[in-house]
């Protein structure tokens, strides 16, 4: 979960990488991402979540355990070590 998104075109490649490695994260959660990171996380099937009414990294606590359904465009809290 982080504010916004950097990459450039390696990002794709790298997120296919990862996935075929078995490493790629269950979920990228941003406030704003970019086209380039948009399409690396469909390169490399991970579900992605982006531009939420509130300032996303700022809501959730630090190691906060969350349940991602990009398909609903959903975020929800589960769980908090704090």
């Known amino acids: 979960m982080l504010d916004t998104a950097k990459g450039g075109v390696a990002t794709a490649w790298m997120l296919h990488e990862m996935k ?3 490493i790629v994260p269950l979920a990228l959660v941003f406030n704003s991402v970019n086209p380039i990171l948009a399409q690396g996380a469909a390169l490399g099937d991970v579900s992605m979540l982006a531009g939420f009414d509130e300032d996303i990294a ?3 606590p630090n190691g906060a355990e969350v349940e991602v359904n990009p398909q609903a465009g959903v975020l929800t809290l589960i769980g908090s070590e704090a």
Do not use: L, N, T, V
């Open 20 to 22: 075929a490695r078995g």
């Open 58 to 60: 700022a809501a959730i």
